[in-house]
């Protein structure tokens, strides 16, 4: 498809479980971003990609979220030992220009439940 | 610390009527304002955005908003809703000036429902 597709869509894991989470940017963007929106919030910045560097991970909560876009196109959201403050819908987002300045386009998210 | 305040959690209005979501933010020096709409199962969608000129920002979907520096205020604004408007909405700034704008501090959101 011509948009940003995330999977899985839905992601139900006992507490203390790997999980990963997958995003396929719009080809040819250069940003990456990831949030994290829980349930009645808005979405929190998590992470930021330019190519395959990692320029920003300021709003990763723990040292148990690690994320990569080894290849400047796909990325993955890991997180480790999941707890069930962990739950959340997780977005991504790319745009086309260097530093996101231009238009973020969304997918539409990856939702963590951990029981 | 910059961020978005949305005083509205629930709005409710009928279809035909005007309607206006309040957003303020705070922030050191004038940020990147912007729009979203998210409708269920979708992810989030641009509606406008703000980075300077006129304080008056034309979107998509006939919506539009205005930039008002001394209330530090970016409400949305559409004067006839339709029922397909029916969907959340957060308003967002983004830092100026760090080469980052897309790093964006978002507001909780108002929930819009329309009635026919």
């Known amino acids: 498809g011509a948009g940003v597709s995330q999977s899985p869509r839905y992601k139900v894991a006992k507490r203390g479980q790997d999980v990963a989470l997958r995003c396929d940017p719009i080809?040819?963007?250069?940003?990456l971003f990831w949030y994290q929106q829980a349930l009645g919030q808005g979405p929190e910045f998590l992470t930021y990609f330019q190519n395959e560097a990692q320029l920003d991970k300021s709003g990763l909560p723990s040292d148990r979220f690690f994320a990569e876009r080894p290849e400047g196109s796909v990325s993955t959201l890991k997180i480790q030992r999941t707890q069930q403050e962990d739950s959340a819908v997780y977005l991504c987002?790319?745009?086309?220009?260097?530093?996101?300045?231009?238009?973020?386009?969304f997918g539409e998210g990856s939702r963590l439940t951990v029981l | 610390a910059q961020s978005v305040t949305q005083p509205d959690i629930h709005i409710t209005v009928s279809e035909g009527a005007s309607l206006e979501l309040r957003c303020n933010y705070s922030y050191g020096a004038t940020p990147y304002l912007f729009w979203y709409v998210q409708s269920p199962g979708q992810g989030l969608q641009l509606l406008l955005k703000y980075f300077s000129g006129d304080t008056l920002v034309q979107g998509i979907k006939g919506f539009e908003a205005e930039f008002k520096r001394s209330q530090s205020s970016f409400n949305l604004r559409k004067p006839s809703v339709h029922w397909s408007d029916a969907a959340e909405y957060f308003c967002a700034v983004g830092p100026l000036n760090t080469g980052t704008a897309s790093k964006l501090t978002f507001g909780t959101g108002t929930r819009l429902q329309v009635t026919l």
């Open positions: 080809s040819g963007h250069v940003s």
């Open positions: 987002a790319s745009s086309l220009l260097e530093g996101g300045t231009g238009e973020l386009f």
